[in-house]
């Protein structure tokens, strides 16, 4: 009855800590998200549907990403750049997407070619959040970002709650 009264008064209920302080900066209708891991982008992308639409490809987008990703890649959104991706590959396919999602998550797992370091530095505005998985391999790279005063995540389940 309380929760009822509020809300109809214009109170709005947040279920984490992370969504009540990034929220208003962060309010998404839709999200693009680019992994170079398809495991943790399908697990995203559940997560990210309790709050947000997951930003469907237009054929166009899938024609654009295919000249610059291997033939391999997911053809849909999550974006896997796969694996071997470098931050040139990430850098390709961010500027193919950069317009159409509210924001853009991008997760970086540790690969033998993924320099983490490399590829932050080109997210270049708040609309990209990067999502580090193995935070004991991204010490450099962490330590780049709170310098930066950047958010940033180690955790997939956090990264949706800004939502």
Do not use: C
């Amino acid at each position: 009855m309380f929760k009822i009264l509020s809300e109809n008064a214009g109170a709005v209920f947040k279920n984490s800590i992370e969504s009540l302080i990034y929220s208003p900066e962060y309010k998404a209708k839709e999200v693009i998200i680019v992994t170079n891991a398809g495991g943790p982008g399908t697990i995203l992308t559940d997560l990210v549907s309790q709050y947000a639409k997951i930003k469907e490809l237009d054929k166009k987008t899938i024609e654009k990403l295919n000249k610059v990703l291997p033939p391999t890649w997911s053809h849909n959104n999550p974006i896997d750049v796969i694996g071997d991706a470098t931050d040139e590959r990430y850098k390709a396919a961010l500027e193919t997407v950069k317009n159409l999602g509210d924001i853009i998550f991008v997760i970086i797992t540790p690969q033998y070619m993924t320099d983490a370091l490399s590829i932050v530095k080109i997210l270049n505005n708040d609309k990209y959040i990067p999502i580090l998985l193995g935070k004991e391999s991204f010490l450099d790279t962490i330590n780049y970002l709170e310098n930066q005063n950047r958010l940033y995540f180690t955790s997939l389940e956090e990264a949706a709650k800004i939502l």
